[in-house]
């Protein structure tokens, strides 16, 4: 006896339902089992890497600095006298973003490896899959991460900075003029006092936007059956997004302000490389004209804005920046 189509369909919606809850509990569990472990072997492993080759960094950069051929007496002086700010900057903040990839890895791997289990053909293998799928793996993970931190970290700057004290005199020098000092130092204060408020505004004020219209476009692919939601083994990882779009929305906010501090102080490079301060601050206005425009762009909200875009540097120098 066959049953009615709208009965199957019920069914369908039902077991969608209960796979997604099913997958929702059981990935929330294995994140809490399997989490604190990843997280402790990510934070401790980067943490101690940091930390153990900070003093060997120092020392190569400083030495690198002062043999290098590329850069003149003032130059060096200036970048000497800043890196007692950029090794606390350094520290602080790979410490800081070891400890939220730690945590963020460590927590939901699992918990997106449960719902990726609903790839599989057969419903043993789903279920097999959501169980293992993100507990080893995850620690693996882990460790891998970690050595490859590490790699960088003992192999590549070191490798960087070798090639700072061995490159030939006739490449070109960058020469810093003492008058410019000052004018570098304001315009960064500037790009930072105007660039971290305004980026923060416009991620603040256009967040809801980008809250509940990728709510609506979600939704509406779950009902119409698109995108995401085209086959039925991707409709709980892709219910999975629709829950945690929030986090997305904040984490897109952090990102936006943490970029603008670097953004800001890019100023004072520009200042350098055109020999303009008007350049600089106008670099400041633009480089904010620039995130709104692009914010607008992608929320589908008007197009332009009503900040001046006029880029006082190169278009490849201000892509390279964005």
């Not at 990843?38 to 950069?61: D, R």
């Not at 992608?298 to 006029?310: A, C, I, S």
Request: charged share 15%; aromatic share 12%; net charge neutral.
């Amino acid at each position: 006896m066959d049953l009615p189509p709208s009965f199957k369909e019920w069914l369908r919606i039902l077991y969608v339902v209960f796979a997604f809850c099913s997958a929702l509990c059981l990935g929330a569990l294995k994140g809490l089992l399997v989490g604190p472990i990843a997280a402790l072997i990510l934070v401790i492993g980067n943490v101690g890497v940091i930390l153990s080759l900070f003093p060997s960094h120092a020392a190569w950069t400083v030495y690198s600095l002062i043999k290098t051929n590329r850069f003149d007496a003032p130059l060096k002086v200036a970048i000497l006298a800043g890196l007692p700010a950029l090794f606390g900057l350094w520290l602080g903040l790979s410490i800081a973003g070891s400890v939220l990839v730690g945590v963020g890895y460590g927590f939901f791997t699992p918990w997106v490896s449960a719902f990726e289990a609903f790839r599989e053909d057969n419903e043993s293998k789903k279920f097999i899959h959501c169980i293992v799928d993100g507990t080893w793996g995850t620690i693996k993970g882990s460790c891998t991460v970690v050595r490859d931190f590490a790699d960088i970290c003992y192999h590549s700057y070191p490798l960087y900075l070798e090639e700072l004290r061995e490159s030939p005199a006739s490449n070109e020098l960058r020469a810093l003029r003492l008058i410019h000092v000052p004018a570098c130092i304001i315009a960064g204060l500037m790009g930072l006092m105007v660039d971290i408020p305004l980026y923060t505004a416009i991620a603040v004020v256009k967040s809801p936007y980008m809250l509940f219209k990728g709510w609506f476009r979600l939704i509406h692919d779950l009902i119409s059956r698109e995108g995401p939601f085209l086959e039925t083994a991707c409709i709980p990882i892709a219910g999975l997004t629709i829950l945690l779009w929030p986090i997305f929305v904040v984490a897109s906010i952090l990102i936006a302000i943490f970029s603008s501090i670097f953004i800001g102080l890019y100023a004072s490079v520009v200042v350098y490389q055109e020999r303009s301060f008007r350049r600089g601050l106008a670099y400041v206005i633009a480089m904010v004209a620039e995130f709104d425009e692009y914010t607008n762009d992608w929320l589908y909200l008007r197009e332009g804005t009503v900040l001046p875009n006029q880029a006082p540097v190169s278009k490849e120098k201000c892509c390279s920046i964005i």
